[in-house]
């Protein structure tokens, strides 16, 4: 069964424009829930624009699913995760000049940090996944790092104009996801997916869960989060 995990970073950042305590992204998660959500995703920043360290330490004591923390491999951010112990831990490269996450971790070009992270996580019983362009080479480098899963970045797929690019972009995702099967690793997906564009995805073979959150929040502001939620769950169901 496809889950979706839905990312509540920009209730946060809403939150964080006036350093203030409305929205709350914990009620956000509760409401997600409520929507069907599978995971909630929150992603703890070295810059902390968003989500905040009570958010996460709140959040693990209150989420009733799967609780997916992206993280960099950076030394304070993954002792954090070490001791809240998040259901799952996925590492994503981090830039503060950024916007948002843009491409996905470099396994291979940084692969003895990537492993020492892997396996201080792994040593504190937290499944680890592994946000990574839909590359062969990478791909191989996360297996040789025996993590649980790897997540897709479709974020050249999302943005690409629809017709031959986007099938193209495609293509590259469906091939990275019959490697990472034919590997033996759970294969996740997400960046830049919404209502329109998540179908094509979701119908990728033996794809376990797709994280979303922009589009999420977006419709949530018009429509309330439980709807929302409910709307992207009815989208990926194939």
């Not at 905040?52 to 699913?65: F, G, N």
């Not at 792994?122 to 996360?142: G, K, M, N, R, Y």
């Not at 479709?154 to 990275?176: F, M, V, W």
């Not at 409910?230 to 194939?238: D, L, Q, S, T, W």
Request: overall charge negative; charged content about 25%.
């Amino acid at each position: 069964m496809l889950e979706l995990g839905v990312n509540i970073d920009h209730v946060a950042t809403l939150r964080q424009a006036r350093r203030g305590h409305e929205p709350d992204p914990v009620w956000a998660a509760a409401l997600a829930e409520l929507g069907g959500a599978d995971c909630i995703t929150v992603h703890l920043r070295e810059d902390r624009r968003h989500i905040q360290d009570r958010d996460l330490e709140i959040l693990r004591r209150t989420v009733a699913v799967k609780l997916n923390m992206e993280l960099a491999c950076a030394r304070e951010i993954v002792d954090i995760a070490c001791r809240v112990k998040p259901d799952q831990a996925t590492l994503v490269p981090e830039r503060r000049e950024e916007i948002t996450t843009e491409g996905g971790l470099d396994v291979a070009g940084n692969y003895a940090t990537v492993a020492r992270v892997v396996d201080q996580l792994q040593t504190h019983d937290i499944e680890v996944s592994l946000f990574i362009d839909p590359d062969a080479h990478q791909i191989e480098a996360s297996h040789k790092l025996g993590v649980a899963a790897i997540e897709l970045h479709t974020g050249s797929y999302a943005h690409a104009k629809c017709g031959p690019q986007r099938d193209e972009e495609l293509i590259k995702l469906t091939n990275a996801g019959k490697l990472c099967r034919r590997l033996g690793m759970k294969l996740h997906a997400g960046h830049g997916l919404n209502y329109h564009n998540v179908q094509a995805v979701a119908a990728i073979p033996d794809m376990r869960e797709l994280n979303i959150g922009h589009s999420i929040m977006s419709r949530a502001i018009m429509v309330g989060m439980e709807r929302a939620v409910r709307e992207m769950k009815e989208a990926i169901r194939v």
